[in-house]
């Protein structure tokens, strides 16, 4: 099992970044894929990127593909996720999760236009 704890979240006007972490317990964090969801108020929530346990393949949602980028560091435990050219319908509820299966508590991101 892995617990998962995500930071970084804030207000930022449109056209700024904020970089995510999201910091695992455990000793087994690069065995897990680990992956980025949003939920916006009224919204179901949806996927935002994905890495690979190496990190050397990643994915992402079309939304944000060119602008948000996911990375690991196995040696810190800790996934990341830098968002650049934010847009107010980003704003959302971000959520790590491992394998899809265990999640973090969430952090919330608030893009002002």
């Known amino acids: 099992q892995v617990q998962l704890v995500e930071s970084g979240g804030g207000l930022v006007q449109a056209g700024g970044s904020l970089r995510l972490s999201c910091a695992a317990s455990g000793r087994t964090f690069s065995s897990y894929v680990m992956a980025w969801f949003r939920q916006a108020p009224g919204k179901e929530r949806e996927f935002v990127a994905q890495i690979s346990r190496s990190g050397g393949s990643t994915s992402y949602a079309n939304s944000v593909k060119g602008r948000f980028t996911i990375s690991r560091s196995n040696a810190k435990n800790t996934v990341y996720l830098q968002m650049n050219s934010l847009k107010p319908e980003d704003t959302a509820v971000y959520y790590c999760?491992?394998?899809?299966?265990?999640w973090g508590q969430g952090t919330q991101v608030t893009v002002s236009s």
């Open positions: 999760c491992a394998d899809r299966n265990y």
